[in-house]
Each structure stands twice: as C-alpha cells, then as structure tokens.
C-alpha cells in the first residue's frame, strides 16, 4: 500500500512528551497529488490550500458514480512568552541574536531581516531566523520594560515543514504588540484578537484569537537567576492553537431525483437525513451531539449544513493517545453540482489535543472557513 503522508508521529511524541515538536521536520507531501487523486476518482476539480495533507490512497476510493476521500491536514505553531530581571540596559540586534543561540540549543540561519519597534511604549528589537534546516521559522521580539523591572521575549515559531499558514504567524505577531507588561501601558489592540489574558499573578495582560489558549511554559525559564518559582520577576508562557488538526471526508454520489413538485423543505430534510446517515458512518467518531443546522448559499449553490460537538474514537497510535483528548466539533454540509449531475457531501472534524493535563477548545471558526472556499472553487 502507497501512503502519502507527512512524518508527524514524532512530532506528536515531542509535544506529549519533552516539547520539542516545533523542530521536527515533515516530509514531502504535495497538495498537488491530492488533488489529482481525488480529480482521478471523483471527476471533481477541487482546491485546498497547501497546508501538508496527509492521506492514505486506500482512503481515496470510487468512481465517478460513487465514492469518498478522506485526508486530513496538522499545523503547529508555537507562542511563547518569557519574563525575567533586566539583562542588559539597551537591547540591540546583537543581543537579540545572542539570546536566540543560546536559548532553545538550535542552529539558527538568520534571514536579515531585523529591526526595531514599540511595544507599551517601550524601544523592542526583532530578528528573523530559520531553524533545523528551515524546518521552522522564529521571531525573537525583546524588550525591557523599566516599569515593571522586567526584559520581555516574545518567542515566535511556526513549522513550516508543516506547511502551518502564513497567517497564523502574523497572528502571533500581533498577539505580541498587545503586551501590557506594566499598570497603564496602552499597547496596540486588533479587532480579530477577541480573547483577553490576564494575570495578577505575573503582573502583564495581552489580547489573543479566542482559538487559542495559554498555560504555563513546560520549559525552562531562560533567565540564569531563575530558581524555579513563577511570579511577577520568572516567568514563561506556552501559547497553542486549538484548531490545528482538521479531518476532512469529501463524499460524491450523481444527484437523486426529486419526485414533481418537492417542496425546497422537503429538499432540506432529505440533506439532513444523508448528513447525518454520513456523520454516523464516520470512522473516527463514536458519537455527535447536533447543534444546529441551516440552509444558506455560497455564490448560486444552496448549502446544507450540521454542526455540533462529537466523541472521538481512541487512536491506536501511542503518540496520538498521548496528545489527544476524546471530544471535538463537527461540520458536514451537502450541495449540488449540477454541471457535472453529482452531489457533494464534506464531513469536517476537529479533534481537541491535551497538553500538561490541559485541554483545547476547538471552534467552529476555521471548519466554515475551509468549508465555504471548498464549496466555491469545487467544480
């Protein structure tokens, strides 16, 4: 059997275990054989964005009458926050650098691309790197804050090896200027930042995307003072996104004949009941708790959708077991492809991930997202 698939098990195995996911390396899946594969079987030209899809060709399967394909796509970024004593009286590009070596015991290839900016009033420097071997991308952005007695590094990465969006690092970019690192600072605020952090405790706030969510750093604090207690002087925080897994099942079947005179409700409920007969036939689910449910258009297609919560299947992979929780959020939406006589059925999942005894909150934000461009560039 020929499977096309990104190397993740042992990302998945760091991040359970010592945390060292975001430098792991993927391999060479392209989007492109995809596509194909499913044009192949379907007869259906679809479009997806290069986010490292994983699939089996078993799993891609039928013909132009008939059939279904299910892939799935992992994304990781990683957003970190330190704090610590003042180190130096004026950050600058070399220090930056220096930090950058000497802090995670990686190789980093700098970009040149470096510079300065404001964060709460405060001069900050930034500089761009590459690690193990342009696996993955990081942005050290470092500050001192008098106020507070503090030096602030926001740690920045995404994998790319992965392919994780673009735009998720610029997210971090901008969850980054909304540091309030003392009592009064006015940083930057985002509209699309919607979620507050906030911590009497450390004595800082910030703004981030509600997906998101923040526990205490597993890793080290990276200040040599540091003597294992967490408060306003020592501090680390790990950022994740809850909405890094997607299981995607596109299934096709020739459009069904309507008796004379059938009402559009009447259309509706029958896409209802072939959505949840697919929901239920979901070989990664045991169980869903419906929502909801609508009808609406993308462009002149009449859409169908579910959506609601559902239980997971255990993985029998070990490293999987160990990051992921049971519980998730669905969407599966119906429509029709007249120029080409077909119906499309595309049952999206995504799977909560547990991370220090801590669980995801996954949303539907993303799942309508992929959903709507799926359903306008399929043809």
């Not at 986010?51 to 089996?56: D, V």
């Not at 970019?173 to 930042?193: K, M, Q, S, Y």
């Amino acid at each position: 059997m020929k499977v096309k698939t990104l190397k993740w098990s042992g990302i998945l195995l760091s991040l359970a275990g010592s945390g060292v996911f975001l430098f792991s390396q993927g391999g060479g899946a392209k989007v492109e054989d995809l596509l194909s594969l499913i044009k192949a079987r379907s007869g259906l030209e679809v479009q997806l964005p290069d986010e490292g899809w994983t699939w089996s060709e078993k799993n891609i399967r039928g013909t132009s009458d008939g059939g279904e394909a299910v892939f799935s796509a992992q994304k990781w970024l990683m957003n970190l926050i330190h704090w610590g004593p003042i180190q130096v009286k004026d950050i600058s590009v070399a220090y930056v650098r220096d930090r950058m070596q000497k802090m995670w015991g990686v190789k980093f290839e700098f970009t040149g691309t470096e510079g300065t900016t404001q964060i709460a009033g405060h001069p900050a420097v930034y500089v761009d790197a590459y690690g193990t071997n342009r696996a993955f991308f990081t942005r050290f952005l470092i500050w001192n804050c008098p106020d507070s007695s503090r030096e602030f590094i926001a740690d920045m990465n995404y994998n790319l090896s992965l392919k994780t969006p673009r735009q998720d690092f610029e997210t971090e970019w901008r969850v980054a200027r909304t540091i309030g690192c003392h009592p009064g600072a006015r940083p930057e605020n985002f509209p699309d930042l919607t979620s507050r952090w906030e911590s009497a405790k450390y004595g800082f706030a910030f703004d981030h995307p509600e997906r998101w969510f923040f526990l205490d750093s597993p890793f080290y604090v990276p200040f040599a003072q540091y003597e294992g207690v967490r408060d306003r002087i020592f501090g680390s925080l790990l950022g994740l996104c809850s909405d890094q897994n997607t299981e995607i099942t596109l299934i096709w079947s020739p459009i069904a004949e309507s008796p004379g005179g059938a009402s559009l409700l009447g259309a509706d409920q029958a896409a209802g009941r072939q959505l949840r007969a697919s929901l239920a036939s979901a070989k990664s689910l045991t169980s869903t708790q419906e929502e909801g449910s609508e009808s609406f258009r993308v462009g002149k297609r009449v859409v169908t959708r579910l959506w609601g919560k559902c239980v997971f299947k255990e993985p029998t992979d070990e490293g999987e077991r160990r990051l992921f929780g049971p519980r998730g959020v669905f969407e599966a939406a119906r429509w029709e492809i007249p120029e080409k006589g077909k119906s499309a059925t595309l049952v999206l999942l995504t799977r909560e991930f547990q991370y220090q005894n801590q669980f995801s909150n996954p949303s539907r934000d993303a799942l309508d997202r992929v959903l709507r461009k799926f359903v306008a560039e399929c043809k």
